[in-house]
């Protein structure tokens, strides 16, 4: 509606001495200027068993956000399966559209909303793996180099005596690019990443020597593009397909300023929009839980290692080429599951592409239209201990749940940035209703741009955005014009004190 009234604002009614009441516009209320407010997270309908009676325990026990723990737990899983099976989101209309489940995710609050503990916990399992990964590899490493040691002095080189056996990794941490690539040659089922402040890693790609890194993690989150890292004096690597699962935790502030730099058009390369799983959450009131003893703990890391350690090459479904030597099982959706995704793109995606859509809200839709897939396959996976080839209806309706929860987490997060002059209309008649509180505290006193600006109020300190937010309040009746200056609406105190 806001837009409407913007892209429509005639000139607005002057305050005289002989305007009456009566002759006073209605100021309209301000109902959807307000950032959206997601409802909670209900993980035991959204997760199938034991994830979601997990993620519920856990955030229970630890007094912790539950979309945290949710969250954490579908990254883990998303780590495990990599781009082992890929899901074909419309294979009737889009035939070479593939997508890998790995997932990028956001824990946004302010410290002490206990992400890192969370993060850890989730990905306890995946740190079992990784230490058996690690045995292995130097038994592996041990025997290349016995047997190097016993060749007999001129016997001829094999190939195999020129380089190391692969190191097998699953789960990466405050790694270089150039180890993560090494990495990633030698595991092409993908990687898995946390960091706790995960925009201190975004911080050294703003250095100019550093520019390429950022390119190289915004080919991983595609999941399924080679990529190809040289380095003078320090070789090269060719990935004929890189996939990285990423969660990180970041504080609001810090988030807010690269937001608003995207905003402004700086650093505006999609990175941050990639971050599909982007969620904030304060803590709970306390309350002191002592539950008993279960075994969900060990139910979740069963569960993520045979996730792990399925045969995916003997799952049914479309055999994918991706190029030569690189093939993958993919797996579509079934009819009914079909129409749902179907209906929910086409709603997600004409909502992108309206006229009247910020370009930044854009952006966040139109990335999404992956998620759904991604999510109902991995949801598949985790539902089903010996996948059939088809997703079905259930695994896709939590999907779509999902993907639109987390739409909304970002909306709000990014709602400063998406329509700076509806946040600041928002600030500015919160400040008008603060001098309206009582009928003796009402004034008529008169302010310019220049007047809101000058006072440096958060959230009112760029022209632009006060200029905006001071059209949205007088399309709305708020505000009167006074000349070249505006009043507020004496009907505003009436309005909102019963009056």
Do not use: C
Not at 142 to 156: F, I, V
Not at 475 to 482: E, F, V, Y
Request: aromatic share 8%; charged share 20%.
């Amino acid at each position: 509606m806001h837009h409407n009234l913007l892209a429509n604002l005639l000139d607005p009614p002057e305050i005289t001495e002989e305007m009456n009441e009566g002759a006073l516009p209605t100021p309209e209320p301000l109902e959807g200027l307000e950032p959206p407010v997601p409802p909670p997270f209900a993980p035991e309908k959204l997760l199938p068993e034991p994830f979601g009676a997990w993620a519920a325990d856990v955030a229970e026990r630890m007094n912790a956000p539950v979309e945290f723990t949710t969250t954490a737990a579908l990254v883990a899983a998303a780590g495990v399966v990599g781009n082992r099976v890929l899901v074909a989101p419309d294979p009737e209309a889009n035939p070479t559209w593939f997508e890998a489940p790995n997932l990028w995710a956001l824990l946004v609050g302010e410290p002490g909303t206990k992400k890192s503990p969370i993060m850890e916990l989730a990905f306890a399992p995946l740190h079992q793996i990784e230490a058996e990964l690690h045995r292995e590899n130097q038994q592996a490493r041990d025997a290349w180099q016995l047997a190097r040691y016993n060749r007999k002095k001129g016997e001829p080189l094999e190939p195999d005596d020129l380089h190391p056996p692969p190191e097998r990794a699953l789960l990466v941490h405050d790694i270089t690019p150039e180890k993560l690539a090494s990495l990633l040659e030698d595991n092409p089922f993908g990687l898995v990443s946390y960091q706790d402040e995960l925009l201190g890693l975004v911080a050294t790609w703003e250095r100019p020597e550093r520019a390429g890194e950022r390119q190289f993690y915004l080919k991983l989150w595609n999941g399924l593009a080679p990529h190809t890292v040289k380095r003078i004096g320090r070789g090269s690597h060719y990935l004929p397909i890189g996939t990285l699962s990423l969660i990180g935790g970041a504080q609001p502030g810090p988030l807010a300023r690269y937001i608003r730099e995207a905003a402004q058009g700086w650093n505006h390369d999609g990175l941050l929009v990639r971050f599909g799983l982007m969620v904030q959450a304060e803590l709970p009131p306390y309350r002191r839980v002592v539950n008993p003893p279960n075994a969900l703990g060990r139910m979740y890391a069963e569960r993520l290692v045979s996730l792990y350690r399925l045969p995916y090459e003997r799952l049914g479904g479309q055999r994918v080429e991706l190029r030569p030597g690189v093939e993958r099982p993919a797996l579509a959706f079934d009819p009914e599951a079909q129409g749902l995704y179907l209906g929910w793109l086409e709603a997600t995606v004409g909502k992108a592409r309206q006229p009247t859509t910020p370009s930044l809200l854009r952006s966040l839709l139109e990335k999404g239209a992956g998620l759904v897939p991604k999510l109902a396959l991995l949801l598949h996976l985790l539902e089903h201990p010996l996948p059939p080839p088809r997703i079905g209806p259930v695994a896709t309706l939590r999907a779509i749940t999902l993907a639109n929860l987390y739409r909304l987490h970002a909306q709000r997060i990014w709602w400063a940035a998406i329509q700076p002059e509806v946040q600041g209309a928002v600030l500015l008649a919160q400040r008008i209703l603060a001098r309206t509180k009582t009928k003796a505290a009402f004034s008529y006193e008169r302010f310019t741009t220049r007047d809101v600006l000058r006072a440096g109020w958060k959230g009112l300190t760029d022209p632009r955005a006060v200029e905006g937010a001071i059209a949205e309040l007088a399309a709305r009746g708020w505000l009167l014009r006074d000349g070249g200056a505006w009043v507020p609406n004496p009907r505003v105190w009436e309005v909102h004190h019963g009056h």
